[in-house]
């Protein structure tokens, strides 16, 4: 208990400065134990379980996230334990705690188009990166007469394995994110925002292989229901 009540308090003092409000890194928030865990249970799941897309393949847990509200599932243990992490730290109130875990995989050289996460959800996303790192690209939104226009990468964060990040405010509604397709990344400080708070020290220019990287996106989705199942009349 004194353990949560010390993470509540302290996830501040992983704020990354110098980007509008607001983004928090942790460094191994999970353990390299529960990093093998999560890899082995994702992958066990039955092929089904999987939606697969044309440059990556996802599982939705806790329901199918929908403009008419989702469908509320359960959680499984082995899931719900990281979901119950993130809720100690004190990022969702009461009202609008996480019950949703998205699961992207990326192989190298896959990505995800800039894009935001939008009204199905509440404005605040934690991402849990397993097995590899990534490199997490922002854009500015820019709408001018409701015409979207291609907007020009603003700064970038580096997810590394085993890490948290947590974004809300201003980064969730007024910019894109996006995950550029590359086999590898390389260290450049003026532009990777969050690298004094990583737990590897860095050299610039360094480049760094990706390997299959799991994100574990865990969120609030407003409106849920419970499907009733009707046995008989
Ligand atoms: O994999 C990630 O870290 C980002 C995932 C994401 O942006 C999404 O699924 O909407």
Known sequence: MGDENEQRSNY????????????YYIPNFISEDEEKEIIKKVNAAPL?????????????????????GMIAEKIPDWLQKYVDKISNLGVFDVNTLPNHVLINEYLPNQGIMAHSDGPLFHPTVTTISCGSHTVL??????????VEKEAELEFSFFLEPRSLLILQNELYSNYLHSIAERKSDIITKCSIKNIDLCSNDYKEGQAIERET???LTIRHVPKTSKLKLKFGR
């Open 48 to 68: 089904p379980k999987w939606t697969q897309l044309s440059h990556r393949r996802l599982q939705n847990w806790g329901g199918i996230p929908h403009p008419k």
């Open 213 to 215: 990287r799991l994100s």
């Open 12 to 23: 501040s003092k992983n704020a990354i400065r110098q980007v509008p409000p607001s983004a």
């Open 137 to 146: 690209e922002f854009y500015k939104r820019i709408n001018t007469d409701n």
